[in-house]
């Protein structure tokens, strides 16, 4: 089954306004951690930003927000004010408690993101 | 900075072939990763380590093996080559003992093409 879902293969989005790109995870463990990143065309994979299951707020990151909403099992990613050099691939992954201790992360499929000017 | 590096950005091989991917980190990291890449199908996990001699199984392994005999480096084989491992490939290395919050840093990548 799939543990991390990305329904939206690309997205378009203006310059300078906000965008949500999706995700929701399936996981039993109680203990989770959430991570997005970016991947330009020239395809290094950049960390953006991290939710910990028993974290108390959304995490914020510079331009980066993360809309988390536990009992929906979402993880949804806020870029506000988009510019042109947001226009990537972006993934959802996740890493159960299990695997902590730096262990190994569970990826979604990834939506492309391209922003207009 | 965390450096990762991958042998070869790009790679062509022919059908058979033994193929060696070489990744090196030199942030002291306990644990590597190697990833494949298709689209559509987001990142795939192929075998993992979280020590020196130790390896695991991801979720594809099969066609693959690895070997880490340094803590630093940690190599992807594929025993003999076939079209449908043309991929991208990633690796990636973590620092243990810090929860989960630990991100990986990834390699550049290894665009694999098998002929």
């Known amino acids: 089954a799939q543990k991390i879902t990305q329904t939206q293969p690309g997205m378009f989005v203006q310059e300078k306004e906000a965008v949500t790109l999706d995700c929701t995870y399936d996981t039993s463990d109680p203990s989770y951690g959430l991570f997005w990143y970016k991947q330009p065309s020239s395809g290094e994979m950049i960390f953006l930003i991290y939710q910990g299951s028993y974290d108390q707020q959304n995490a914020t990151e510079g331009r980066y927000s993360l809309n988390f909403q536990k009992a929906r099992k979402s993880a949804n990613l806020v870029i506000s004010a988009s510019q042109l050099g947001d226009s990537a691939m972006y993934f959802c992954?996740?890493?159960?408690?299990?695997?902590?201790?730096?262990?190994?992360?569970?990826f979604g499929q990834g939506t492309e993101l391209s922003v207009k000017p | 900075d965390v450096k990762v590096t991958q042998s070869s950005r790009y790679l062509v091989k022919r059908t058979g072939e033994k193929v060696f991917l070489e990744c090196v980190q030199d942030m002291d990291h306990e644990n590597m990763f190697w990833y494949r890449q298709d689209p559509g199908l987001g990142l795939r996990l192929i075998y993992f380590s979280y020590d020196v001699k130790m390896k695991e199984k991801g979720d594809i392994p099969e066609g693959y093996s690895v070997s880490r005999e340094k803590k630093e480096r940690f190599s992807l084989i594929l025993e003999s080559a076939s079209t449908n491992q043309t991929s991208m490939y990633l690796c990636?290395?973590?620092?243990?003992?810090?929860?989960?919050?630990?991100?990986?840093?990834f390699g550049n990548g290894t665009r694999l093409t098998v002929t």
């Open positions: 990636a290395s973590s620092r243990s003992g810090t929860g989960d919050r630990s991100p990986l840093h």
């Open positions: 992954a996740m890493r159960e408690g299990r695997d902590n201790q730096g262990g190994k992360l569970i």
